[in-house]
T-cell receptor, first 115, second 111 residues
């Protein structure tokens, strides 16, 4: 089954404690992306990657890091989490963000709470 | 600075009637537009898209209209069904793959 898998689905942690949210896709997609969803703001893009070893900043990259060492994985790293990063996070993948025949597939989300 | 705006946070429609969800954008570089649907506790799923070279795209009960001069697009669902109740996100993409989403509209279709 084609899917985007995020882990963990839920996490409560404290300020300053480094954390990583993993994202894996099994569709051999080149494009992967991270979003955060906040009330009234919708989905905002954090980082995206066009292919292995190629990453670019999205709309709200501050406080986040990503890496794309393998095609299937695109982890989101919070080196020193702060309460304003409490949010619902989604990973997505597609052959291209602009391919009309291959839109983005989203994971089921990771809810992060940073105290 | 929200470049994609959905000004109606919610919409309630009777089953069988038309649902019209609206979206406005400010960036004239956007040339590809999408609608995603999201149920609670799930990720968004793709619904329909339109390229800026078109002004209409239809897929079954769903039609998206694009008015480039007004920087406005709309999603029409006819007839609406209770299973259509979800949050709908409008999204826009420019040449640099930067994808921007609206804040979403919660559609409730009443039986």
């Amino acid at each position: 089954e084609a899917q985007v898998t995020q882990n963990p689905r839920y996490l409560i942690t404290v300020t300053g404690k480094k954390l990583t949210v993993t994202c894996s896709q099994n569709m051999n997609h080149e494009y992967m992306s991270w979003y955060r969803q906040d009330p009234g703001l919708g989905l905002r893009q954090i980082y995206y990657s066009m292919n292995v070893e190629v990453t670019d900043k999205g709309d709200v990259p501050e406080g986040y890091k990503v890496s794309r060492k393998e095609k299937r994985n695109f982890p989101l790293i919070l080196e020193s989490p702060s309460p304003n990063q409490t949010s619902l996070y989604f990973c997505a993948s597609s052959t291209s963000s602009r391919d009309p025949n291959q839109p983005q597939h989203f994971g089921d989300g990771t809810r992060l709470s940073i105290l | 600075d929200q470049q994609v705006k959905q000004n109606s946070p919610s919409l309630s429609v009777q089953e069988g009637r038309i649902s019209i969800l609206n979206c406005d954008y400010t960036n004239s570089m956007f040339d590809y537009f999408l609608w995603y649907k999201k149920y609670p506790a799930e990720g968004p799923t793709f619904l329909i898209s339109i390229s800026s070279i078109k002004d209409k795209n239809e897929d079954g009960r769903f039609t998206v209209f694009l008015n480039k001069s007004a920087k406005h697009l709309s999603l029409h669902i006819v007839p609406s069904q209770p299973g259509d109740s979800a949050v709908y996100f409008c999204a826009a993409s420019a040449y640099n793959n930067d994808m921007r989403f609206g804040a979403g509209t919660r559609l409730t279709v009443k039986p």
